[in-house]
C-alpha cells in the first residue's frame, strides 16, 4: 500500500507535505533547480487514506496496492471537478477504468 | 530552539474531538485555543481517508437510553452508563451541527434522515475532516500548530503523596524543524486518539501501515497520561475489527448496506452460532478458521449490479484501497464473496471502554485535564458522533473550570520551581537521542520485537487473539527488556525523535495492556480478552479493572460498577 510520485509533474508546491497525517512526505531539493521535488521517505509507513493525491494541484500522485495485499500494478488516481471526484484506475494493460462519485450525494450504504 | 506559547487552554491532538472542542469553545466563550497537532489537522487522524456513516445517532421512535442499553450490551456490562448517557444525549445535536458546518446527509423526500438499521444515519463522509478543521479555525480564539508532537504533560504537585498534581501545560518538539515547544496552559484537553501498532499487524510487510485504526494515533495521551499519575480503565477491553482482507477497509458497509451474511469456506452461514455483539461476530469468524472452515467471507455474489456499482462509490468515500482492489482484480462483489480477517488488536475508546477513567464531566483524575474521543475510556460505540458530544461537554467543563480560576494564581503555577525542572529534563532528553551515537538497534526492530512479543504471549493474530497467564507474565519481562534499549536509540532528525517517541509511547501502553490482561480472571468478551485460564465468564468480575503508574510500576484498581442512574465523581 502507497503512493508513488511523478517527478515530471511535481511542481515542489508542498501541499502533499503539509497534509499527509504521517509527516511522510519531504520535499526533496533539486540540483540547479530552485524547486522542490516530493519524496515519499518510507513508502511502507503510508496508510492509504489519499490525502496527499486529494491535495496535489498537478495529479502527480498515484495510489498502488502493495504485492502482500493483491496489488498486481494498477494505479489510481484523483481529480476533482467541481462537485465531483473523479477516481480514475490504469491497469498494467494501459487500460483504464473510471468512477466518478458526486460529493453531495450520500452513501446508498 | 525552545519556543515558549501561553495560552488559556491547550488542546493536544487536532483530530475529532480536538477540532469539534475548539470550535465550541469559540462559540460559548472568549478563550485563547491552542491546539497542538502532529500531522496537520486538515486531514489528521482517524477521518483522513473519510467515514462511511454516522455510527452513532438516536433514530425516529427512539430514546437516548436505547444506545446507553445496546452499548451496554455490546461490552457486556462493563461501561460507565452515566458517560454513555450524558453521550447520547447529544448525539442528534451535534449531527445537526455537523450538517449546519457542511457534512452531506441523506434525507428522505420528507426532510428525515435515511437510516441505516436503527442506529446510523447515511451520509458522505469523504471531506467530513476538512469540515471540522475549518470549523476550528472559524474560531478567531484558535491558534493552529501543525506539526507538533506533545510528549509530555506539564504537572504541578502540590507535593502531597496521594494527590495527582494538576496539569499546566505540554511538551513536545516540531516534527519537521525539531524546535522545541513548552506551552504554559490554564487547562489542557487531550484528544490524541487511541493506539495502534501495539501488535503484529495483519501485513507486517511493505504494507505495515495498511491497517484500520490510524498508524499515526500512537497511544501518546495514554504513555503522558500514565506518567503524569492519571487513572486508567478496562484497557484489556481490546478493540478487533472484522474487517476485509488485506485492505483492512470496513465489512460493516456490505454487511449492514446489502445485507451479506458471514459465510465459511463450505458456504455455511454461521453468524448466529455464536452470536451478534461485536465480539462475537469476530470469535465467530476465528472459530471456523481454527475449525478447519475458513477463509470466512461476507456473502455478496447476490448482489445486483446496481448494488456493486454503489459499493464502488461508498469505498471510494472511505477506504479507496477496496475499491481499487475490486476493479484491478477484475472481479467486484457480485462476481466474488469477499474474504473477511480479524485485525491486530487496538486500544481504542471510542469502539471499547479502554481510556482514560473520566467523570461525567469529562475530567480526569488530573486537575485541569480533560478527555475526549478514543483517548477516554468508560463510554464504548461512541465514533464520530460521541467523540463530538464528548467534545461539546469538555469544552462546557473547560469554560467552568476556567471561570472559577483567577488568572493571577496561574502564573505561580506556571513560575513553580520543580515544573521548570521537571520541563527542563524532558528537553535535555530529546537532545541526548540527538546527541547518541548510533548503536545497534533502529526503532523500527524494537518495534518489530515489540510487536512479535505482544503477537506471540499477549493475544495477538497468531493465536487467535487468545492468551494465558503464563504468556502474559513472559510478555511483561521482554517487554520490560525492550524499554532499557530505548534510551540507546539515535535521532538522526526529526522524524527520528518523532518514531522514538512513538516506541516509547507503545512500549508503555503495552505494559500496561498486559496488566490489564493479567488482572481481569475471566473472559468476558471473546478474542477482546480472551484468557484460557479463565475461560468463562464470572460474576466476580462485573467491576472496572482501572490503572495508574506508581514509581513507574503499574498498580492495578479494581472499581464497582456505577449504578444505571447514578453518576459518578472524582473524590479529590
Ligand atoms: C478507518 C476508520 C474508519 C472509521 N469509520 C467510522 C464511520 O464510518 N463512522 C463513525 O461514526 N466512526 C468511524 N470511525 C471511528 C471514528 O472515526 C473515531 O472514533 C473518531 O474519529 C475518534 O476521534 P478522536 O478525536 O478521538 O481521534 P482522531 O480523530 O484520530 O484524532 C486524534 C488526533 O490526535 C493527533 N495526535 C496523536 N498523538 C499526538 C501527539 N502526541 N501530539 C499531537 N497530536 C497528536 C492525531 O494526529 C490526530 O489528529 C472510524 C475510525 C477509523 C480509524
Ligand atoms: S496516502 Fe495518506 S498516508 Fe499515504 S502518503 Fe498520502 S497522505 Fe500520507
Ligand atoms: S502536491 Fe503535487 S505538485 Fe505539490 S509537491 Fe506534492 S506532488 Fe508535488
Known sequence: MSIHIDRNLCIGCGRCSEV?????????????????????????????CTSCLKECPRHAIKFFLGAD??????????????????WRVKGTDGTFQEITVNTKEANKY | MVIKIATDVLIIGGGTAGCFAAHILGKISDYKVFIAEKANIQRSGCLAAGVNALNAYITE?????????????????????????????????????????GLVILKDQNGKYVTRGNRNIKINGENIKPILAKAARDNPNVTVQ?????????????????????????????????????IDARVVLIATGGASGLYRPNNPGFSRHKMWYSPFNTGAGFAMGLRAGAEMTTFEMRFIALRCKDTIAPTGTIAQGVGAKQVNSLGEIYEHLYGLTTSQRLYGTVSENKAG???????????????????????????????????????????????????????VGGHTASGYWIDDHRATTVKGLYAAGDV????????????????????ESIVSFLKQQKQSEFSSLWNDENLKAGTEKILKEYEKFSANEEGLFSVESLEEAMQ?????????????????????????????????????????????????????????????????????HETRWHCFAENTDYPQKSKDWECYVNSKLENNEVKIIIRDLVKPGEVYEHTY
Open chain 1, 20 to 48: 499527509c497525517p504521517g509527516n511522510l512526505i519531504k520535499q526533496q531539493p533539486q540540483p540547479g533547480d530552485r524547486h522542490t521535488k516530493a519524496e515519499i521517505k518510507c513508502p511502507q509507513d503510508c496508510w492509504g
Open chain 1, 69 to 86: 495485499v493483491g496489488g498486481r500494478g494498477s494505479i489510481l488516481s484523483y481529480q476533482k471537478k467541481g462537485s465531483s471526484s473523479i
Open chain 2, 61 to 101: 421512535g427512539h430514546e437516548p437510553q436505547f444506545y446507553v442499553d445496546y452499548a451496554k450490551k455490546d461490552a457486556d456490562g462493563i461501561v460507565r452508563d452515566d458517560l454513555l448517557l450524558s453521550m447520547s444525549k447529544r448525539l442528534n445535536h451535534v449531527t445537526d451541527i455537523l450538517e449546519k458546518l
Open chain 2, 146 to 182: 501543525n506539526h507538533l508532537n506533545i510528549t509530555d504533560l506539564k504537572i504541578v504537585s502540590d507535593g502531597s503523596e496521594h494527590q495527582t498534581g494538576q496539569a499546566v501545560g505540554a511538551v513536545g518538539f516540531d516534527v519537521n524543524s525539531g524546535d522545541y515547544f513548552d
Open chain 2, 293 to 347: 472452515r475458513g477463509p470466512c467471507y461476507l456473502k455478496t455474489d447476490t448482489i445486483s449490479e446496481e448494488q456493486e456499482s454503489d459499493l464502488y462509490k461508498a469505498y471510494l468515500n472511505m477506504a479507496p484501497s477496496q475499491t481499487l482492489k475490486w476493479l484491478e482484480k477484475g472481479t467486484g462483489p457480485k462476481q466474488e464473496n469477499v474474504e473477511i480477517e480479524g485485525t491486530e488488536p487496538y486500544i
Open chain 2, 376 to 395: 477516554a475510556g468508560g463510554c464504548p460505540q461512541k465514533y464520530v458522533t460521541g467523540a463530538l458530544a464528548e467534545a461539546e461537554i469538555s469544552a
Open chain 2, 452 to 520: 512479535k512479543i505482544m503477537d506471540q504471549y499477549a493475544g495477538g493474530i497468531c493465536t487467535g487473539y487468545s492468551f494465558n497467564s503464563y504468556g502474559l507474565s513472559l510478555a511483561k519481562q521482554k517487554i520490560a527488556t525492550l524499554e532499557p534499549l530505548l534510551g540507546s536509540l539515535k535521532a538522526k532528525d526529526a522524524d527520528d525523535l518523532l518514531h522514538i517517541y512513538e516506541l516509547k509511547e507503545r512500549l508503555l501502553v503495552c505494559r500496561v495492556l498486559i496488566a490489564h490482561l493479567e488482572a481481569r
